[in-house]
Nanobody
Framework: QVQLVESGGGLVQAGGSLRLSCAAS????????MGWYRQAPGKQRELVAA???????NYADSVKGRFAISRDNAKNTVYLQMNSLKPEDTAVYYC????????WGQGTQVTVSS
């Protein structure tokens, strides 16, 4: 059973930066991909960025050039560096991990003020 624990959310002004962290435990060797989704009020959850076992990454068009996903295998942790934040980035950010099924963290709030 995979457990995912996020940290690093908070309140930041537009143009600022935040880094989210997601620490994985339990069954980590079976994880094929990890990433971040977000859900804003009244909207569907959407993929922000993902990284697969081979190191390939995938980003939503809305964050390309501003966000960067990375991982530290020694720490079993995935990071999301968010730069040039915009008010429309405000959402609850969820860490996601996939084996033969999907696992989710509890979510961390990111609020970007204008």
């Amino acid at each position: 059973q995979v457990q995912l624990v996020e940290s690093g959310g908070g309140l930041v002004q537009a143009g600022g930066s935040l880094r989210l962290s997601c620490a994985a435990s339990g069954g980590i060797f079976s994880i094929n991909a990890m990433g971040w989704y977000r859900q804003a009020p009244g909207k569907q959850r959407e993929l922000v960025a993902a990284i697969i076992s081979g190191g390939n990454t995938n980003y939503a068009d809305s964050v390309k050039g501003r966000f960067a996903i990375s991982r530290d295998n020694a720490k079993n942790t995935v990071y999301l560096q968010m730069n040039s934040l915009k008010p429309e980035d405000t959402a609850v950010y969820y860490c996601w991990g996939a084996t033969v099924k999907s696992y989710w963290g509890q979510g961390t709030q990111v609020t970007v003020s204008s």
